[in-house]
C-alpha cells in the first residue's frame, strides 16, 4: 500500500515558476512508477510527465516539454515537478499516481492504482 500526498502548489505570474512534490508512505514507493496528472475546470484529466522506478527513464507531455522537469529521490520517497515558464494553461490541479511496472509513457489515469488528493496551481496573466 502507498500513500502519496502533494505539496508546492499555489499562485504564480505568467513566466514564474513552482515546484510540486509527491511525498510518499511505504517503502515499494521505490518499485513503482509515478506520474503527475492535471486537470483543469470543465476539462479531462490530463498526462504531465511520468518517470520509471529508477528515475532513468522519463517522458513528458508536448504541451510542457522543455518547461517541466520530473525527478526523484528514492531514499526520500519523493517525486518532484520542476515547473518554469508557466503560462495560464498550466492552470490545474496537480495530481500524482503511481503504478507498478513501467514499459514507457502511460497517459491512461486508470492505469494508475494509488493516487494523492491534488494541488491547485493557479498562473496569472
Known amino acids: 500500500q502507498v500513500q502519496l500526498v502533494e505539496s508546492g502548489g499555489g499562485l504564480v505570474q505568467a513566466g514564474g ?7 510518499a508512505s511505504g517503502r515499494a514507493f521505490r518499485n513503482y512508477a509515478v506520474a503527475w496528472f492535471r486537470r483543469a475546470p470543465g476539462k479531462e484529466r490530463e498526462f504531465v510527465a511520468t518517470i520509471s522506478w529508477s528515475g532513468g527513464t522519463t517522458y513528458y507531455a508536448d504541451s510542457v516539454k522543455g518547461r517541466f522537469a520530473i525527478s526523484r529521490d528514492n531514499t526520500e520517497y519523493q517525486v518532484d515537478l520542476q515547473m518554469n515558464s508557466l503560462k495560464p494553461e498550466d492552470s490545474a490541479v496537480y495530481s500524482c499516481a503511481a503504478k507498478s511496472g513501467f514499459s514507457g509513457p502511460d497517459y491512461i489515469p486508470s492505469d494508475y492504482a494509488y493516487w494523492g488528493q491534488g494541488t491547485q496551481v493557479t498562473v496569472s496573466s
Do not use: D, E, G
Open 17 to 23: 515558476s513552482l515546484r510540486l512534490s509527491c511525498s
